[in-house]
C-alpha cells in the first residue's frame, strides 16, 4: 500500500512558475513509476506528466511539452512538477499517482495504469 500527499498548490499569475511536491510512503517497490494527472473544471482528468524509475524515462502531454518537468528523488520518495510558464488552461486540480507496474508511452496515459492516487492539490493561474 502507498500514500500519496501532494502539495505546492495555490494562486499564481499567468506566466508564472509553481512547483508541485508529492511525498509517497508505504511500499517503495509500488512507486516503480509515478505520474501527475490533473482535472480541470467540467472536463475529464488528464495526464500531464510520468516518469519511469529504471531509468528515469519520462513522459509528457503535449500540452505541457517545454514548460513542465517532472522529477523524482528516489532516496526520498519524493516526485516534482516544476511548472513554467503557467497560463489559464493549466487551472486544474493536480493529482499525483504511482504504480509498481510498468509505463510506456501510451500505458501511462490511461488512468487504470495507476494503482495509487493522492487526493490532489488545486492549482489556479490568472491572466
Known amino acids: 500500500q502507498v500514500q500519496l500527499v501532494e502539495s505546492g498548490g495555490g494562486s499564481v499569475q499567468a506566466g508564472e512558475s509553481q512547483r508541485l511536491s508529492c511525498a509517497a510512503s508505504?511500499?517503495?517497490?509500488?512507486?516503480?513509476?509515478m505520474g501527475w494527472f490533473r482535472q480541470a473544471p467540467g472536463k475529464e482528468r488528464e495526464g500531464v506528466a510520468a516518469i519511469y524509475t529504471a531509468g528515469g524515462i519520462t513522459y509528457y502531454a503535449d500540452s505541457v511539452k517545454g514548460r513542465f518537468t517532472i522529477s523524482r528523488d528516489n532516496a526520498k520518495n519524493m516526485v516534482y512538477l516544476q511548472m513554467n510558464s503557467l497560463n489559464a488552461e493549466d487551472t486544474a486540480m493536480y493529482y499525483c499517482?504511482?504504480?509498481?507496474?510498468?509505463?510506456?508511452?501510451?500505458?501511462?496515459?490511461?488512468?487504470?495504469?495507476?494503482?495509487?492516487w493522492g487526493q490532489g492539490t488545486q492549482v489556479t493561474v490568472s491572466s
Open positions: 508505504g511500499d517503495p517497490y509500488s512507486t516503480n513509476a
Open positions: 499517482a504511482a504504480t509498481p507496474g510498468k509505463i510506456d508511452h501510451v500505458r501511462w496515459l490511461n488512468e487504470d495504469t495507476w494503482w495509487f
